[in-house]
């Protein structure tokens, strides 16, 4: 029996960037199982010079695509739409045309990547972490088991999809700006407390090589953290603000509070895309260390 194809329209305001960078990466993963489509509330009539450059660069589909109303797909003739996504917080709120086939419907909001100011480099990195962050709810989307799901459950699916994906992105970045941050702090540490040297700069070395790693997500989602002197400088305003405690005081203190970077690793982990997982994994495992070295550093002080 042939598996079926769901038709799947991308909407936002002018179909000039992200619905078209949505529509060109579900046709490419989809692999015939989906038929995209992208229209516009206020289309501007033609697509937007990045977009295509973009497309053309990665060896994305760029045949037929084009800025158009969204009253075409609400036109007689038109194709029924299983599923309808917004990908702007304009279209998601106008009223939209009544759509053949009753489709299921979820907000993807992502950033403007056309309403960028800067250099052209600056313009083409939004492009890009446009394209990555639709690429990644688009992949999500397609192992959903589509044909098996009731509609409820489909319309939860959809819908968390575009919750999660941008839930993601922001923890990874907060991650890597905390990894920093922490090198810095156990390298402070470490200058405060010169008879535990060795052990603080250990723990710095940990949380440079956990952010390292994070590095590989920040460069491919083209994520902007804080730079690395504004992060240093947090790192050791945390140590200034521990004031004068015994540094076996300050090791308790991280003992109770580190476990929830543990549970926030964790959580990256079941909401990142299955490429991620080795990056995501080591995240957690090398959290989970620093703790145990913790608590081993404390044990082994006993009252001294």
């Known amino acids: ?18 619905s078209i960078l949505a529509e060109s990466l579900l046709n490419h993963w989809g692999h015939g199982r989906f038929q995209a489509y992208s229209a516009g509330s206020f289309p501007k009539g ?22 158009k109303s969204w009253d075409e797909f609400a036109a007689p003739g038109a ?19 009544v759509w053949p086939g009753h489709p299921l419907s ?47 459950t489909l319309q939860q699916h959809i819908e968390a999809i575009g919750r999660e994906s941008a839930k993601y992105t922001s923890g990874v970045l907060a991650a890597y700006e905390d990894e920093v941050a922490g090198a810095a702090y156990f390298d402070a540490l470490a200058s405060v407390y010169p008879q535990k040297s060795a052990f603080f700069g250990k723990c710095a070395t940990l949380e440079r090589a956990t952010a390292s ?32 405690l015994h540094w076996r005081e300050l090791l308790q203190q ?31 495992a090398h959290e989970v260390q620093l703790i145990d070295w913790l608590r081993e550093a404390v044990a082994a002080a006993g009252d001294g």
Not at 258 to 279: S, W
């Open 1 to 18: 029996m042939a598996q079926r194809s769901y038709n799947v329209l991308f909407l936002c305001t002018g179909n000039s960037a992200r």
């Open 46 to 67: 033609q697509v937007h010079p990045l977009t295509t450059e973009l497309l053309t660069q990665i060896r994305l589909p760029t045949a037929g695509l084009r800025s």
């Open 79 to 97: 194709p029924p739409l299983d599923f309808i996504f917004t990908v702007c917080d304009d279209a998601a709120g106008e009223v939209c045309p």
């Open 106 to 152: 979820a907000h993807w909001g992502v950033e403007d990547p056309a309403a960028v100011e800067g250099t052209d480099d600056e313009k083409r990195a939004a492009f890009r972490r446009v394209l990555l962050e639709l690429e990644n709810r688009i992949k999500l989307f397609i192992n959903l088991p589509v044909a098996t799901l009731d509609r409820m």
């Open 213 to 244: 790693r994070l590095e590989e997500l920040i460069r491919k989602y083209h994520l902007q953290p804080q730079s690395q002197a504004e992060l240093a400088e947090r790192g050791r305003r945390d140590t200034r603000a521990e004031g004068n």
């Open 254 to 284: 991280s003992i109770q509070s580190y476990p929830r970077y543990v549970d926030e690793f964790r959580a990256l982990e079941a909401i990142g895309p299955a490429e991620d997982q080795p990056v995501l994994a080591a995240l957690t």
